[in-house]
């Protein structure tokens, strides 16, 4: 997918760095913009609500990051994460100003990759131990003049969340029994039911042999998401594969991935991608012919 943003026109200090996304290979996770920032002492003070999710890594440095009125001190070495509608505070220390990297993004499973990355309101600051998270964030920064930026900055994007995943998963493994066990065999009927209308918290449910309510606990708890937006957001990923590798209708591609009303799926696409089918399609193409 392509989106379309402006440049910056401005000369940008030498000590501040950044560039805009403008392709997207995947609707999953889509880069916003990234950067890096060598910070002066006399920073101001960053106060505001994001509408996307961010990961800023120091590099060197301290600062101070504030989120629902609780202040977290950042070291070099440490991840810290913003998430959407969340107004939070931050600034450098101005004995010892930060220096970081960032990536902004959003997208279909951005919150359920943040999510298993075990970063959430109440607990957005994390030391990695890693230097595959540094690297990343480091040769992100290197593709600012390749004509295929969008598809590296996505697979570092990838890449970062895979291996703090994996790095936290080590430190606090998730049984594959209990509660776990549970969404893990969740997931994997919603996958192989994706395209069934009749998919349902109930249907699941009774397959798990589990009562509903227990289970959208469960499932909001582990999966960071409701049941509802999940199947949804799982439904239109589908569709805009649908979209990028087939000539197939919309009412085709509806039934696809379990709408049985083409409108309906039409109304859910636009609210989710903020395009229709039909730009989305287009948008597509145009990219490809460049």
């Known amino acids: 997918m392509r989106r379309y943003r402006k440049q910056p026109t401005e000369a940008l200090p030498e000590n501040f760095f950044y560039y805009y996304v403008t392709d997207s290979e995947t609707p999953d996770i889509i880069v916003l913009e990234c950067g890096k920032e060598k910070c002066l002492p006399d920073k ?63 997208g ?7 999510t298993r990355a075990q970063f959430s309101v109440s607990s957005p600051v994390y030391a990695y131990q890693s230097p595959e998270i540094h690297a990343a964030f480091s040769r992100m920064m290197t593709k600012h003049s390749s004509a295929e930026r969008g598809l590296f900055s996505t697979a570092y994007t990838y890449e970062i969340l895979a291996c703090l995943i994996d790095e ?38 009774s397959s798990l042999n589990i009562s509903e309510s227990y289970l959208s606990r ?60 039909y730009e989305y399609r287009q948008i597509h193409l145009s990219s490809e012919k460049k």
Do not use: M
């Open 44 to 106: 101001e003070v960053l106060s505001r609500c994001y509408n996307y999710y961010a990961l800023h890594c120091v590099h060197s440095g301290k600062g101070y990051y504030t989120l629902r009125n609780r202040t977290y001190p950042v070291t070099a070495g440490q991840i810290f994460c913003f998430f959407p509608g969340e107004h939070i505070v931050y600034y450098p220390d101005k004995d010892d100003p930060w220096e970081y990297s960032w990536v902004n993004f959003i």
């Open 108 to 114: 279909v499973n951005a919150k359920t990759l943040v």
């Open 168 to 205: 936290r998963q080590k430190e606090k493994p998730v049984s594959i029994h209990g509660t776990a066990g549970y969404v893990t065999e969740a997931l994997a009927y919603i996958n192989q039911h994706l395209s069934d209308p009749e998919l349902s918290l109930k249907t699941l449910a």
């Open 218 to 277: 469960l499932f909001k708890a582990e999966v960071g998401t409701a049941f509802v937006k999940y199947v949804q957001r799982a439904r239109i990923s589908k569709a805009c594969y649908y979209l990028e590798h087939t000539d197939y209708l919309n009412k085709e591609i509806a039934f696809l991935v379990g709408f049985s009303d083409p409108l309906y799926f039409s109304s859910n696409f636009r609210r989710i991608t903020g395009l229709s089918t």
